[in-house]
């Protein structure tokens, strides 16, 4: 997990490891790449360069946003990698005729 104590070194780390959370259709994973893209976006500039070669970041932001839009997609499972499925209950109903 990182943490404000996390070295850049770690946080790139955490963000090339967890970049397969499609892949593995891993939630754990693509959480864990928001968490390090946030840290990248604070910690970085929003652009650097040197005289015409600019380099942006928002290309971080981008990845961020995709894996947000897949974790919406891919809501929480049961853990055996399946939706957790929902089943109505009929317990405690009265007809009342």
């Known amino acids: ?3 404000a104590q996390s ?3 770690e946080v790139w780390a955490a963000y090339d490891d967890n970049a397969s959370y499609e892949e593995e259709g891993s939630r754990t994973k693509a959480l864990a790449f928001v968490t390090a893209c946030r840290i990248i976006l604070r910690r ?3 652009s650097t360069g040197r ?3 600019n380099v942006s970041f928002e290309s971080i932001r981008e990845e961020m946003d995709s894996a947000r839009s ?6 929480t499972t049961d853990g055996t990698g399946r ?3 929902r089943f109505a209950s009929f317990e405690n109903y009265r007809d009342e005729c």
């Open 44 to 46: 970085r500039p929003a």
């Open 83 to 85: 939706h957790a499925a």
């Open 1 to 3: 997990m990182l943490t």
């Open 7 to 9: 070295t850049n070194a």
């Open 51 to 53: 005289g015409e070669q």
């Open 70 to 75: 897949w974790l919406a997609a891919n809501p």
